[in-house]
C-alpha cells in the first residue's frame, strides 16, 4: 500500500546516515534518514529502535512513500545490561529527540512534519510509547517536538512489566505511580491528538516473555501492587487475560487497546503469524493508520 492507500508503488530512495541528533553526558547520539527521491510532501515516520538495534526498516517503508527517520540508539548499553537494570524512564527522554530532530528538519527532506507516525516494537516499543503519548520531557533535546503525531504503532510491547527495566515496583512491592508504568497506562497522564490513530501489534512467534498470574488472581500477587493507580486487575480479567495463567505479549496489548478505547482513541489490534520483528503485516499497519488524506 502506498502513502495515499493505493497499490503499492517501489520508489527510489536515498538515505543520509549517521546525522547527530544529540550530544549529551553519555555520547553522541545519531540517526539516519531514508527518504523517496522525488517531491513530496511526504508523511514522515520516525522509527525508534529496539534494544539490540540491528538493521533497518527504512527502506521498505520509504519506498512505499514516506521520508523515515531511524534512531540508532537512545539508551547507553549499561542501562540494558546491568544488574539490577536502572529505571529507564529517564533515558527514555531521549527518544523524543529523534522525533524533534526529525520534525525540525523533515522540510529538508520533503516531509510533512505535521503527519508524524512513531513506531518501535520490543524496548523501542516501550520508548516510542513513552513518546507517543506525550509523556516524555524533550526539554533537553536541541528542538522541542512541534507536532503531536497523527499515528502511533507500538509492536510485541510489554506495558505492564518488562522485567525489572521499566518498572521496578514490581519487585519490591512499593509502586511509585508517577514514576512507573503506570503512566503508560493511564489516560489522565496522556498528551496525544485529538485525531491519534493507534496500531497495536502482537507476533504468534515472540520469544519467550511471559509473567504468571493465577486465575484468578491471588490478592497478594505481584499483579495487586499495580493496582495503586490504574484497576489493572479487573480489565484484564475483561479481557481473559488470566485464563492461560500467564500474561504475555498479546495481553499487555489488550490492556493498552482498552484504555486507548476508553478515551475515543482509534486503535487497531493485530496479532500476525510472525517472529519478534518487523514485517510486512506491520509494514501494512503503519499505512493502514496514517490519516485519510495523508
Known amino acids: 500500500m502506498s502513502a495515499d492507500g493505493g497499490d503499492a508503488v517501489e520508489l527510489e ?6 546525522l547527530v541528533y544529540l550530544e549529551d553526558d553519555e555520547g553522541t547520539w545519531t540517526l539516519d534518514v531514508t527518504a523517496p527521491d522525488s517531491d513530496g510532501p511526504w508523511p514522515l515516520i520516525v522509527v525508534i529502535p529496539p534494544q539490540f538495534p540491528s538493521g533497518t526498516v527504512a527502506p521498505r517503508l520509504a519506498e512505499r512513500g514516506a521520508v523515515v527517520v531511524q534512531g540508532s540508539a537512545w539508551a547507553p ?3 540494558w545490561t546491568s544488574d539490577p537494570n536502572p529505571h529507564l524512564y ?7 529527540c529523534i522525533v524533534s530532530w ?8 520533503g516531509a510533512d512534519p505535521e503527519v508524524t507516525t512513531i513506531i518501535g516494537y520490543s524496548g523501542g516499543a516501550m520508548a516510542a510509547t513513552w513518546v ?7 526539554t533537553g533535546c536541541d528542538e522541542p517536538i512541534a507536532h503531536l503525531p497523527v499515528a502511533l504503532v507500538p509492536g510485541e510491547s510489554q506495558f505492564l512489566f518488562h522485567h525489572q527495566r521499566w518498572d521496578p515496583a514490581f519487585e519490591s512491592g512499593d509502586p511509585e505511580p508517577t514514576a512507573t508504568l503506570d503512566c503508560l497506562l493511564n489516560p489522565e497522564r496522556w498528551n496525544v491528538s ?3 490513530r493507534v496500531g497495536l501489534w502482537s507476533a504468534t512467534n515472540p520469544i519467550a516473555e511471559t509473567r504468571p498470574i493465577a486465575n ?5 500477587s505481584w499483579i495487586w501492587l499495580r493496582d495503586a493507580a490504574t484497576p489493572v486487575v479487573d480489565d484484564l480479567a475483561a479481557v481473559g487475560a488470566f485464563d492461560d495463567e500467564a500474561i504475555t505479549w498479546h495481553d499487555n496489548a489488550l490492556l493498552m487497546e482498552q484504555r486507548l478505547q476508553s478515551v475515543g482513541i482509534d486503535v487497531r489490534n493485530d496479532v500476525y503469524d510472525i517472529g519478534h520483528a518487523y514485517a510486512t503485516p506491520v509494514y501494512d499497519l503503519i499505512f493502514a493508520v496514517q490519516p485519510d488524506d495523508g
Open 90 to 96: 529517564g533515558v527514555m527522554d531521549r527518544a523524543a
Open 13 to 18: 530512495t536515498v538515505e543520509e546516515n549517521d
Open 194 to 196: 485529538p485525531d491519534l
Open 216 to 220: 484468578p488472581p491471588a490478592a497478594d
Open 102 to 109: 526529525a520534525q525540525a528538519h523533515a522540510g529538508d527532506y
Open 77 to 79: 548499553e549499561a542501562a
Open 132 to 138: 507517543g503519548l506525550g509523556l516524555a520531557d524533550d
